[in-house]
């Protein structure tokens, strides 16, 4: 039986959700060190074009299974100069609130994540008890 690709997907956004809260709480860490530059990561929809995710089908309601399991195509780099706090006395880059806007996003693409893997699992439980 071939294994389903969503179960793949979710499992790989997670693994970048989880590098980009890293490097979101190591931003926040260093709000305040002299000199720090802001990172952020390669988007996710980046991470999907080098795994290979495409949308060829058989079927208009299937995807075609690919290999999601390349762990090294999420770069760390240098985030885009926030243009309301700008580079700091310092030289700090951090913007505090829009690390904090990152980091509620990021709580609230793991919810979605987590609920749409919970509720394709039911549905998958309910096909096999009928």
Do not use: C
């Amino acid at each position: 039986m071939q294994s389903i690709q969503l179960f793949d997907l979710a499992s790989r956004q997670a693994e970048w959700l989880t590098i980009r809260q890293e490097v979101v709480a190591g931003n926040i860490a260093n709000a305040n060190t002299p000199k720090y530059h802001a990172k952020d990561i390669t988007p996710f929809q980046a991470v999907l074009d080098k795994s290979d995710v495409t949308m060829a089908r058989t079927d208009p309601a299937h995807l075609s299974g690919n290999d999601l399991s390349t762990k090294n195509d999420i770069d760390i780099k240098e985030a885009a100069l926030d243009q309301e706090v700008g580079v700091q006395e310092s030289g700090n880059t951090v913007g505090l609130a829009e690390e904090l806007s990152k980091s509620g996003e990021i709580k609230r693409q793991y919810e979605l994540n987590t609920s749409l893997i919970s509720s394709f699992n039911r549905m998958m439980l309910m096909t096999v008890k009928s």
